[in-house]
């Protein structure tokens, strides 16, 4: 196992984001040219952005600190305040973004349950509800891809597509949590642009499966982007000389996109392991029913493997560029004993 993810010799699973920097990731960022971006001066920050950009099909993007920030300052910029945004109901928006919607857009959230948080566009439809002046008329829909609580389940591009153009015939837009959108990319052979080609705001992250330390990129049309810088100063999120981040970002889009197909090989030998059917698992997220997760982190912790509790009963394991196919064979053999059904 590579000496980045391990933690006293045990096996972290639990997230794509525990990753840390390679020496040659370092090395960009050390050498990065860099401004300052409030001023829009940041040479390598706006590399970064005109490549994010052109990979999604967009006019302009924004490098923000976080996913959530991503995600929120996207959402702003499609719903007015006590406007309505439709999402899963275990979306990362409004399961882990802290009520922002609401708390800082002043945004309306109303949800759908869906098996494997995989989009059904007839009910998605179904809900929209439009204004007739007394109702709260639904604006926008989120859709994350891949899904993390849906268990990194893969939207499949002709939903997407159906939903995209049925709402915009409604007038509604479509914003997408992207966060691991480079893992659907690699397990589906869908082109990014076809992705981007499908939403009018998607906020893709450098710091999960691409193995960068910090940073997404919002992308939407030049308008919208202006209005997304707007709102990411008013929640204190421009940074300075963000290039020496931005390398990070861009050495990240350059070497570690292509290699999450061994995530997710990885993925799947563990899901056998685990007793799971392998095909069940899309990308680089591993999910099993225990009696007790709390339990269960702890013991698989006592035997080398730490991993996350994903609700009272359910435990995931997430692969990642820290982790080869010898630490999921060995987490495999450690967790057994722990798995009684
Ligand atoms: C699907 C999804 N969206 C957004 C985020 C938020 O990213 P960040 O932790 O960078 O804010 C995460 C984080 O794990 C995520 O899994």
């Not at 409030?38 to 952005?49: R, S």
């Not at 690699?186 to 999960?208: E, N, W």
Request: net charge negative.
């Amino acid at each position: 196992m590579a000496d980045d993810s391990s933690d006293g010799g045990r096996i972290d699973l639990r997230s794509d984001t525990v990753t840390v920097p390679t020496p040659d990731m370092r090395r960009a960022m050390a050498n990065a040219e860099v401004g300052d971006d409030v001023y829009g001066e940041d040479p390598t920050v706006n590399a970064l952005e005109a490549e994010v950009a052109a990979l999604f099909g967009h006019q302009a993007a924004l490098f923000v600190p976080s996913g959530v920030m991503g995600n929120q300052i996207g959402i702003r910029t499609l719903v007015p305040p006590s406007g309505e945004l439709l999402c899963c109901s275990d979306a990362h928006i409004v399961t882990y973004e802290g009520g922002a919607p609401a708390g800082h857009g002043g945004i309306q959230t109303r949800t759908w349950t869906a098996r494997r948080c995989v989009i059904d566009v007839d009910t998605v439809l179904s809900m929209v509800r439009m204004d007739d002046g007394h109702t709260v008329p639904t604006t926008a829909v989120a859709v994350e891809n891949t899904h993390n609580r849906g268990g990194g389940s893969i939207q499949p591009i002709d939903r997407l597509q159906a939903l995209s153009t049925a709402l915009h015939e409604r007038g509604l837009l479509l914003h997408c949590d992207g966060a691991r959108i480079w893992n659907a990319h690699v397990a589906t052979g869908t082109p990014l642009a076809t992705y981007g080609g499908c939403v009018d705001t998607i906020s893709v992250c450098l710091s999960k499966g691409l193995g960068a330390p910090v940073g997404s990129v919002l992308v939407s049309t030049a308008e919208r982007i202006a209005l997304a810088r707007r709102y990411r100063q008013r929640l204190g999120g421009q940074m300075r000389q963000a290039g020496i981040l931005a390398a990070a970002g861009r050495f990240a889009l350059a070497h570690n996109i292509e290699r999450l197909a061994d995530d997710h090989e990885n993925a799947r030998v563990l899901a056998t392991a685990l007793g799971l059917d392998p095909a069940g698992v899309d990308t680089n997220i591993v999910v099993r029913d225990v009696p007790d997760s709390v339990a269960f982190v702890r013991q698989a912790a006592d035997a080398g493997v730490r991993c996350g509790g994903s609700g009272p009963t359910r435990v995931r394991f997430v692969t990642h560029l820290g982790i080869e196919r010898d630490d999921v064979v060995r987490a495999g053999r450690a967790l057994a004993p722990l798995l009684t059904d």
